[in-house]
Structure formats: structure tokens, C-alpha cells
């Protein structure tokens, strides 16, 4: 079992940046690969990308490449989600995941609480 805690969401005005870091309790952290996901209103959760376990490897939703990087310390039982050129769309809920596969999105089982992030114009 993982427990995940996200934070390092907020208000930011379009063009701006934000880093979300997600917080993994346990040993097993380097076990799983990491991703993350959102959800913004009336809308239905989007994969935004993942990490393999050892970091070596990583999946961008083309929606946030280029803008969006994601990364892990596994010494720290931590990943992020480094967001630069922030756009109004980019508003959500965003939450991170633990799983097996990290290109797939219906393998991640474990999952955070959720952040909210807002991008004003």
C-alpha cells in the first residue's frame, strides 16, 4: 500500500509557472511507476504523464509537452510535476498515481487526494 500527498498547487496567472510535488509514504516507493493525472469540471480525468520507477523513462501527454516535465526522487520518495507556460486550460484538479505501467493509464491503483491548480488570464 502507498499513500500519496500532493501539494505546490494554486493561482497563477497564465504564462506563469508552478511544481507540484507528490509525497509517497512506505519503502516501496522505487517499486512503482509515478503519474499524473487531471480533472478539470464537467470533464472527464486526463492522463497528463508518467515515470518509469527508475526515472529513466517518461511519457508527456501531448497536450503538456514541452511545457510540463515530470521527474522523481527516489531518495526523497517524491515525484514532480514542474509546469511552465501555464495556460487557462491547464486549470484542474491535478493528482498523482502509483502503478505498474507508466504509459498506461488504467494500471495506476494508488492515488493522492488531488491539488487544485487555477490559471487565471
Known amino acids: 500500500q502507498v499513500q500519496l500527498v500532493e501539494s505546490g498547487g494554486g493561482l497563477v496567472q497564465a504564462g506563469g509557472s508552478l511544481r507540484l510535488s507528490c509525497a509517497a509514504s512506505?519503502?516501496?516507493?522505487?517499486?512503482?511507476?509515478m503519474g499524473w493525472f487531471r480533472q478539470a469540471p464537467g470533464k472527464e480525468r486526463e492522463f497528463v504523464g508518467g515515470i518509469s520507477r527508475s526515472g529513466g523513462s517518461t511519457y508527456h501527454a501531448d497536450s503538456v509537452k514541452g511545457r510540463f516535465t515530470i521527474s522523481r526522487d527516489n531518495a526523497k520518495n517524491t515525484v514532480y510535476l514542474q509546469m511552465n507556460s501555464l495556460k487557462p486550460e491547464d486549470t484542474a484538479v491535478y493528482y498523482c498515481?502509483?502503478?505498474?505501467?507508466?504509459?498506461?493509464?488504467?494500471?495506476?491503483?494508488?492515488w493522492g487526494q488531488g491539488t487544485q491548480v487555477t490559471v487565471s488570464s
Open positions: 512506505g519503502r516501496t516507493f522505487s517499486s512503482y511507476a
Open positions: 498515481a502509483a502503478g505498474l505501467t507508466y504509459v498506461r493509464p488504467d494500471s495506476y491503483v494508488y
